[in-house]
């Protein structure tokens, strides 16, 4: 019941707009960026380190090149330099517990990349749900490119919630001891979570998303500002207006 045909046709031809898709993913990339500069800033503020004010400085000067990019190649460039830029500095402010020299996955190979990877993926799930609810195609993305089995509104959608919600989660968790490293299983498969290390991950998770923070002009759980932004996102794709 919640398809909206009419939305979906719209939403399919302008994912054939390079316009619409670039000026679309242009607004992604940005709002991302900021808010990894925003979590970087953050925690960096009792440690004042030299080595995250770097990384910062340089992820400035790129996050102004984003709205000038003129392609979603060049685009994505700029948004992995951001990326290792910010991985790095977030490596700086990890509890030394959990030694973290850069993102990786598929499988994550350590214990502080494996709860980012575990809270993107419920993320993900949590925007899925949003999206369906709005009548959109979680399949049919902007930013993202197709491929078989992988929602890829739902990725171009979480992009700039990954920060806010799940690396400033696993960075508290981490520093209150709240999870420890008797709770991973590492393997030459990737390092997951034991089943009670889950759910320990997962009260946080669903504490985190149903928490209050400002968005735009109100007061909303992240869960909440989700659905907000997906009606937002649908509203676009009628009005053909980004």
Not at 3 to 21: H, P
């Amino acid at each position: 019941k919640h398809i909206n045909i009419e939305r979906q046709r719209s939403q399919f031809r302008l994912g054939d707009d390079t316009v619409f898709c670039l000026t679309f993913a242009r607004k992604i990339i940005e709002a991302k960026t900021h808010n990894q500069i925003v979590i970087l800033r953050r925690y960096n503020r009792d440690k004042a380190k030299e080595s995250v004010k770097n990384c910062l400085h340089d992820m400035e000067l790129v996050q102004k090149k984003v709205t000038s990019a003129n392609s979603l190649e060049q685009l994505m460039g700029y948004e992995g330099n951001c990326a290792k830029l910010y991985f790095k500095g977030l490596s700086q402010l990890v509890h030394p517990d959990f030694p973290f020299s850069g993102r990786n996955k598929q499988p994550p190979r350590d214990p502080f990349n494996s709860l980012l990877s575990f809270g993107y993926t419920l993320l993900l799930y949590d925007m899925y749900g949003a999206i369906v609810n709005k009548g959109l195609h979680p399949y049919a993305g902007f930013l993202h490119q197709d491929r078989r089995g992988h929602p890829a509104l739902g990725s171009d959608l979480i992009e700039e919630w990954r920060a806010p919600i799940i690396d400033s989660m696993v960075l508290s968790m981490v520093s209150r001891n709240m999870v420890d490293l008797t709770e991973f299983d590492n393997s030459d498969k990737g390092c997951y979570l034991t089943a009670e290390g889950r759910k320990v991950f997962l009260t946080a998770y669903n504490k985190k998303i149903r928490s209050e923070n400002q968005y735009i002009d109100d007061r909303k759980s992240y869960r909440e500002s989700l659905y907000k932004q997906c009606k937002q996102f649908a509203s676009a794709i009628m009005h053909e207006d980004v």
